[in-house]
């Protein structure tokens, strides 16, 4: 069965400096997505970056990359220059690419960036 | 990318009493999604549901409490029956991305109070 582990349950980053968030998960597939999300107090889910378990490469999508480490199935998800507006909860997520493709959440990270 | 409406968007209820909420997408879909997300918890699959048949639950949910309908491709509604203050949640569903995308979206969420 899927699993997705997140320890940190808070983070705390000054405006402007990167953040590193993390995420490590479990699966017996080969082939799998991981997905990260943003929650803001509103409630919605925004997709920030998603990184295939075949890319070679590791994602990027404006100020966020994805540090993906398959050896050690990690994916930890790095803000550059933090804003005041990435205060949010923070959702690390995967799906299988077989069966139903449903996502399993990890249990979040609370992000606070001050001034 | 899809575009995901639900409906209501936050609602007040009392115990013992039902809600439908419903969810509409832009285009047509094979799977719509439906999660809840417990007050400080992470999101959870309620259930998976298929246009022509019947909805797949997820261990600890049942058919009875959460009934579902997939009328067509672009609709689906999920009841939440019979609530109690445990059912405070905020439910949303999604829709896996098209072929040759990996973006799952998500709707904005029903935020839901039982009394």
């Known amino acids: 069965a899927q699993k997705i582990t997140q320890t940190q349950p808070g983070m705390f980053v000054q405006e402007k400096e990167a953040v590193t968030l993390d995420c490590t998960y479990d699966?017996?597939?080969?082939?799998?997505?991981l997905f990260w999300y943003k929650q803001p107090s509103s409630g919605e889910m925004i997709f920030l970056i998603y990184?295939?378990?075949?890319?070679?490469q590791n994602a990027t999508e404006g100020r966020y990359s994805l540090n993906f480490q398959k050896a050690r199935k990690s994916a930890n998800l790095v803000i550059s220059a933090s804003q005041l507006g990435d205060s949010a909860m923070y959702f690390c997520a995967m799906r299988e690419n077989t069966g139903f493709q449903k996502l399993v959440f990890g249990t979040g990270t609370r992000l606070l960036v001050s001034p | 990318s899809a575009v995901i409406s639900q409906k209501p968007s936050r609602d007040i209820c009392q115990r013992g009493t039902s809600l439908t909420i419903q969810c509409q997408v832009d285009s047509q879909v094979t799977m719509m999604f439906w999660y809840r997300q417990q007050p400080g918890q992470s999101l959870t699959l309620i259930a998976t549901?298929?246009?022509?048949?019947?909805?797949?639950?997820e261990s600890g949910f049942v058919i009875d409490k959460f009934p579902i309908s997939r009328p067509n491709l672009t609709f689906s509604t999920l009841t939440v029956s019979n609530m109690s203050p445990e059912d405070s949640s905020i439910y949303l569903c999604s829709v896996p991305p098209p072929r040759g995308y990996n973006e799952q979206f998500f709707g904005p969420g029903t935020r839901l109070t039982v009394l």
């Open positions: 699966t017996s597939d080969q082939s799998y997505g």
């Open positions: 990184q295939g378990s075949y890319d070679e």
């Open positions: 549901a298929n246009q022509g048949s019947e909805a797949t639950y």
